[in-house]
């Protein structure tokens, strides 16, 4: 592949289904926010070798996230490596308690040698006792990871073997 095809590849290279909500671009990502600023989704791309250990051994993926989570006071809930085809997707959920309210955390991550997708899902529980939240993201990740679209040249990168 040559080099100028892969610099056409952008956080523009993933759509998610329309949410309706208000949209905003950064330099390497799109985001959407929800009426009542509670939930954030993102699409990221970092053009870089992705930096996660592996995706073929859940166990070293999960102490990998569960060390980054734990490094900032937060809980890793769940890692699940899967195949959607053609695409290998590891999708990530933590709950991280901030001063005055919980931030779950869903990654949906599109690993490539070269690159990397991530589209997030932040919502904000102002609640501490409450799981309702984590529903919420959980039902958010899954609608995400099924209804995402690509362009097809995402098909031509190199996979992430490691």
């Known amino acids: 592949m040559s080099h100028t095809y892969k610099n056409k590849i952008s956080f523009n290279s993933i759509s998610i289904p329309d949410l309706g909500w208000r949209k905003?671009?950064?330099?390497?990502?799109?985001?959407?926010?929800?009426?009542?600023?509670?939930?954030?989704?993102?699409?990221?791309?970092?053009?870089?070798?992705?930096d996660i250990?592996?995706?073929?051994?859940?166990?070293?993926?999960?102490?990998?996230?569960?060390?980054?989570?734990?490094g900032v006071n937060g809980e890793l809930i769940g890692v699940e490596v899967f195949r959607r085809n053609p695409f290998d997707i590891v999708?990530?959920?933590?709950?991280?308690?901030?001063?005055?309210?919980?931030?779950?955390?869903?990654?949906?991550?599109?690993?490539?040698?070269?690159?990397?997708?991530?589209?997030?899902v932040r919502v904000v529980e102002s609640n501490p006792t409450s799981d309702q939240s984590l529903t919420l993201l959980a039902d958010l990740v899954i609608q995400l990871e099924q209804g995402f679209t690509w362009e097809p040249a995402l098909e031509k990168l190199p996979r992430f073997e490691l």
Do not use: M, Q
Request: net charge negative; hydrophobic share 35%.
């Open 24 to 50: 905003e671009k950064g330099d390497n990502e799109i985001y959407w926010t929800n009426p009542e600023d509670t939930i954030t989704v993102s699409i990221n791309y970092f053009d870089e070798t992705p």
């Open 91 to 120: 999708r990530t959920l933590a709950k991280l308690p901030l001063a005055d309210h919980v931030l779950y955390i869903g990654d949906i991550a599109i690993p490539f040698s070269t690159c990397l997708f991530s589209i997030k």
């Open 53 to 70: 250990p592996t995706i073929k051994n859940v166990n070293e993926l999960t102490e990998y996230h569960r060390s980054i989570i734990e």
